[in-house]
């Protein structure tokens, strides 16, 4: 008898507790709402103020304004893109995944720019942050000495065409329920590119520069093949008369011959039309054939930016040097001296500190596991973002490891005695 | 004179589109003539079917004797027929090549070229009734006894598959089982052809093979579901139910297309690595020329369905014979050298239901001569182990067989 008295005992108490604390918890809540909601009624210019420069901070939207050059057409400037994560029951900002950690480059006219990286690395996110298909959360994009995302209404409806995005799916970016012909005047409709009376002879033109017949017009994209499917989504991109054009792994769903086909055809166009590409591929040999700079992105920040030739001839930064090692070579009696990265990339919610390769790097230091490396122009126009090249850091390195050493020391001392 | 023009401009129209219709027209069937065509494939894979769907088989019909003892596999003369409504198409076409023990072959070719469904006929997986191996023999060796799989019922093939041969698909994304724990997947495989093991043993031998292909928390995995794995440690997964038996070969289509650089170079020296361990053959179906050259001792090249070349790596990449081959390698961007302009294969894939008479690659080919224009080329043999199908290397035949 006794013990089961115990035992309702125990359990009545145990509820009694936990709704006090649920109680507590909510009145917290409430204070802290009623709380903004007077601040809010009492001032709400200087309300929004201190929430945004909350939010600020937390993302440290810090980067000094560019000069813009008019050789460049994209100036990239400490670009970032958080995706908020929403928990809780009223849906509150937990933390962020940092897409793009601050990333900055320059696109001259009529090149192109090759963006590498593994998958998961936010070069997709990159590529489309810039074209203001996501609205971005810290720094600036200067596509001919505008800042894009100070653009509204009218003019940002003005300045899409310009800039233009080929996607990666040519499966899946084009609509089944429309024909080709459609498919790629819609925009130029809706933009008023050309007059209407012009409009058939316009399409077919652009049609013909991608390699497609006049009466594929009538056709839909099902009856067509993944290379012309690809062609078509081109001509999409192309009928507006862009300036830029974003290809996001354009041939990386294509057959090796078709391929082929397809990088002639953008290269063709660039000659033709004086397109800008930015060129985002995890195919090296792809990129290499294509670009006139590449980018190299590890986990939203960018580790290495140098011309092609370059980069590809010494590759400074170790996650670069393991990337090019792990391509195949078609020639069988070729032996491959691989680095091979150990591990999974981290999660970009929680990158790692300091560098953020160093849980994967071969040459990690001390200062790596704590300081965020700097920008080193090693040779001109070669860009590496590691403390290996730079001079400070190393001597900041070698203190790092003394003090280490006398720790572990005294640590092992300590344990003697 | 406004009148004339304008007459002209109707005719121009009503001819443009009667153009048009005409080029509809060429892919076009009637329902009378697809319902004619299906009622023929019925008939005809009705009574493969009703042999192959007899209850008690002879094992006479399906015992045979391999040409060579080194061999895993050898495929003679193989066909592999869809039966569709809109007429037959010949996936595989009379292909012929040999998978020697503890050696890879690769299998190279564009999509839609064939190298999937040999594979598939070799397991056994073509769709049926549609799809039908009507001629040829796959003899595979299984030490004791050899098997021609063409012929072999159900039950046989269920002893052999992912018993003696075991697959790797492409997509990891797709073949997992979203509903079971990897363990649970990983598990079925053993139980099913090793009726006394105990469930604590299957246990460890899942977590030892999960180790085996390079999974560090292999017990953590072993309780996960497939949307807790990244695409690498997926295909890790996949190779590690390939392995589950020590299978003598394993078929890998596409193991690495869906994978970044990185994952791959991973992936592939696993891959290299266990063909040690466990000692059997790789049969490595890609497109990826790289791949190829880096695994494989063993290359065969298709093209709509047949072989245009096979011979060892050193053969096909040093000294590349049939013209499909040389566009393919050169169709390939290669880190290191410089060109200033792809070259690509003019042309599209012939229409795999109304072939040419002539070469199949005929029309697409810039070295084609005289001879191209009669029956399918034969096989050409350029060395000890090369051959190509292309009448191109017919005099340097005979002047080898003179020097003979």
Do not use: W
């Amino acid at each position: 008898m006794s013990n089961t008295d115990f035992k309702k005992e125990s359990t009545s108490s145990s509820i009694g507790i936990s709704i006090k604390k649920f109680f507590s918890k909510i009145g917290l809540i409430l204070k802290k709402a009623f709380k903004s909601v007077v601040s809010f009624f009492k001032n709400p210019v200087k309300y929004i103020k201190i929430a945004n420069e909350k939010r600020r901070a937390v993302i440290n939207d810090v980067y000094t304004p560019l000069v813009h050059n008019p050789e460049n057409i994209l100036e990239v400037n400490k670009l970032k893109m958080y995706f908020p994560i929403k928990a809780g029951f009223f849906k509150r900002t937990v933390g962020y995944v940092k897409a793009v950690d601050g990333i900055s480059f320059n696109i001259k006219k009529g090149t192109t720019m090759g963006l590498v990286g593994e998958s998961g690395c936010g070069k997709t996110t990159a590529g489309r942050t810039i074209l203001r298909l996501y609205e971005r959360s810290g720094g600036q994009v200067l596509f001919d000495g505008e800042d894009i995302n100070k653009l509204k209404g009218k003019k940002l409806r003005a300045k899409r065409p310009e800039l233009q995005i080929v996607f990666q799916d040519p499966y899946s970016s084009l609509s089944p329920r429309l024909p080709v012909g459609e498919i790629i005047g819609e925009a130029v409709r809706e933009h008023k590119i050309v007059p209407k009376d012009q409009y058939d002879e316009y399409i077919t033109k652009t049609m013909e520069a991608c390699g497609l017949q006049e009466y594929h017009k009538d056709r839909y994209p099902h009856e067509f093949s993944g290379g012309q499917r690809q062609r078509i989504c081109i001509a999409r991109a192309l009928a507006l008369d862009p300036k830029f054009i974003v290809c996001d792994e354009p041939v990386s769903a294509l057959d090796v011959s078709i391929q082929a086909q397809i990088i002639n055809l953008l290269k063709d166009l660039q000659e033709k039309f004086g397109l800008t590409y930015l060129f985002i591929s995890h195919d090296l040999s792809v990129v290499e054939h294509i670009s006139d700079t590449v980018g190299v992105m590890y986990l939203g920040s960018m580790v290495e930016f140098a011309p092609t030739k370059i980069l590809f001839k010494n590759p400074k930064h170790p996650y670069t040097e393991a990337l090019f090692s792990a391509i195949p070579v078609p020639d069988p009696d070729y032996k491959m001296k691989r680095i091979i990265l150990e591990g999974n990339i981290p999660s970009p919610a929680n990158p790692p500190s300091g560098c953020k390769f160093h849980t994967r790097c071969r040459m990690c230091m001390e200062v790596c596991k704590s300081c965020v490396p700097n920008v080193m122009e090693i040779e001109p126009d070669h860009f590496v973002v590691c403390h290996l090249f730079d001079k400070e850091a190393l001597e900041k390195n070698k203190e790092m490891e003394k003090e280490l050493k006398a720790k572990t020391e005294t640590k092992s001392n300590l344990t003697e005695e | 004179m406004e009148d004339k023009e304008k007459k002209v401009g109707i005719v121009a129209n009503i001819q443009k589109q009667f153009q048009k219709r005409e080029r509809k027209k060429t892919n076009y069937i009637s329902a009378h003539d697809s319902a004619k065509i299906s009622r023929e494939n019925r008939k005809i894979t009705n009574i493969i079917e009703r042999k192959r769907k007899r209850r008690f088989v002879p094992e006479s019909e399906y015992l045979t004797t391999m040409h060579d003892e080194k061999n895993v596999v050898e495929f003679d003369n193989v066909h592999t027929y869809f039966f569709t409504d809109i007429g037959t198409v010949k996936a595989v076409d009379g292909v012929t090549f040999e998978v020697p023990f503890g050696k890879t072959v690769g299998v190279v070719g564009e999509s839609g070229c064939g190298k999937s469904v040999t594979s598939l006929s070799l397991m056994q997986l073509v769709q049926r009734p549609q799809g039908q191996t009507v001629e040829g023999e796959i003899r595979f060796n299984s030490g004791d006894k050899a098997y021609n799989i063409v012929n072999a019922p159900a039950s046989v093939m269920q002893m052999l598959r992912g018993n003696e041969m075991s697959m790797i698909f492409q997509e990891p994304m797709t073949s997992l089982n979203p509903v079971f724990r990897i363990g649970a997947q990983v598990d079925e495989v053993l139980f099913l052809h090793n009726k006394g093991m105990s469930k604590k043993d299957v246990k460890e031998k899942t977590i030892s093979l999960l180790e085996l292909v390079g999974i560090a928390n292999s017990v953590g995995v072993y309780k996960m579901y497939p949307h807790e794995l990244s695409g690498g440690m997926r295909q890790r997964v996949m190779i590690a139910i390939a392995l589950a038996c020590d299978p003598k070969l394993i078929i890998a289509d596409e193991p690495t297309t869906a994978l970044d650089v990185t994952i791959q170079a991973q992936i592939l020296d696993i891959l290299s690595d266990i063909k040690t361990k466990i000692n059997s053959s790789i049969m490595l179906i890609t497109h990826d020329l790289g791949v190829i050259a880096e695994m494989a001792d063993y290359v065969v090249v298709m093209y709509a369905g047949r072989i245009v070349e096979k011979g060892t790596a050193q053969d096909i990449f040093n000294r590349p014979s049939h013209p499909y081959t040389i566009g393919l390698m050169k169709s390939k961007p290669v880190v290191g050298k410089d060109i200033e302009r792809l070259y690509n294969i003019p042309g599209n894939v012939p229409n795999p239901i109304n072939m040419p008479n002539y070469c199949y690659f005929k029309d697409r080919c810039e070295m084609s001569i005289d001879a191209c224009n009669g029956a399918y080329p034969p096989f050409l043999k350029l060395s000890e182990t090369h051959y190509v199908a292309c009448y191109r290397y017919e005099n340097t035949k005979e002047e080898g067989a003179r020097n003979e």
